[in-house]
């Protein structure tokens, strides 16, 4: 069932990676420090898995129900809330991964578009989402709007007309594009139950201004300190403290993105900054070399020293 205006997913979620061995094949050990790195480090108590960071596209069925059942048997008891993205080219996998989801104790699920054969019209990506949320009924149902990877980019405010009479757990967007008209006007227009999460990190500052209840995205990882005074400074009405912490955090992703800030760059800066053994992205993401980990880590550690 949708959550109640009480309970609604507020604050910083994780886009969590998936850690790999050496040779390519999913680490399940590390998920347990992961988790515990999150919460006692960053002060981040939720995590959205198998999603755009974790290389969901390019895991096998098989991988994301383990990975799932593993982040949601570690993250009992010690975080608030697991999000599972569940998202597929093919509709008989998502709807098999929601299931899964929903058996094994998930809070939540979302779903990006299909982008392989992708959805004309708003309508029809409604009917997709709307079969996928039929696989597990009783979970909150979340788009994730993320058009940059899947191309599909009519305005999320057009999904969202009539989508609660179609999916009764529809619970609110991630959302991860850069139009913040768009994202307003679903602020605007949706019920107070939802959550409405923006995804674009360097620009968490601006959603807040719009309205959005928190956030999901992948530098929440070893920066979710950060973003948590950020958010508690723009809740106090400290604009000024908040765009401050906002300005370093685009200081260190702008000097990342010269780099080539791409999930192998940003999966090394983890392991670098966390400590924990991610390994390498799968092919065809190539990994960073560590010589470029470490100048990131370098301009992280000049630019947060006094934050």
Not at 54 to 74: D, Y
Not at 127 to 140: M, Y
Not at 267 to 279: A, P, R, V, W, Y
Request: net charge negative; with cysteine.
């Amino acid at each position: 069932m949708a959550p109640s205006a009480e309970n609604k997913l507020t604050g910083l979620a994780a886009a969590t990676f998936t850690p790999f061995s050496p040779n390519g094949e999913v680490n399940l050990v590390q998920i347990g420090p992961y988790v515990d790195y999150l919460k006692e480090k960053q002060g981040v108590n939720s995590i959205f898995v198998n999603g755009t960071t974790g290389e969901c596209m390019s895991l096998t069925i098989a991988e994301r129900k383990i990975l799932a059942e593993e982040w949601c048997l570690k993250a009992k008891d010690k975080l608030d809330y697991v999000i599972v993205h569940v998202g597929c080219m093919s509709l008989k996998d998502a709807k098999e991964l929601a299931a899964h989801a929903a058996q094994i104790g998930a809070n939540a699920i979302a779903v990006m578009a299909p982008f392989f054969l992708k959805p004309s019209t708003a309508g029809a990506l409604r009917s997709f989402l709307q079969e996928v949320a039929s696989a597990a009924p009783t979970l909150p149902f979340y788009y994730y709007h993320i058009p940059v990877i899947t191309g599909v980019n009519f305005p999320v405010r057009d999904l969202l007309v009539g989508i609660q009479e179609l999916i009764p757990s529809f619970s609110g967007v991630k959302f991860t594009g850069m139009d913040l008209m768009d994202f307003g006007q679903c602020v605007d227009n949706c019920p107070p139950q939802w959550s409405l999460l923006y995804g674009v990190d360097e620009q968490l500052l601006a959603a807040l201004a719009m309205g959005a209840d928190g956030a999901v995205g992948s530098t929440y990882n070893y920066l979710g300190t950060h973003a948590n005074k950020l958010i508690a400074a723009f809740k106090l009405g400290e604009v000024v403290q908040a765009r401050e912490i906002q300005f370093k955090m685009q200081q260190l992703l702008s000097f990342a993105m010269k780099v080539g800030f791409n999930v192998g760059v940003n999966k090394q800066l983890m392991i670098e900054l966390s400590g924990l053994s991610l390994g390498p992205p799968r092919l065809p993401v190539m990994p960073c070399c560590s010589e470029d980990a470490k100048l990131i880590v370098a301009k992280y550690q000049q630019i947060f020293t006094e934050c």
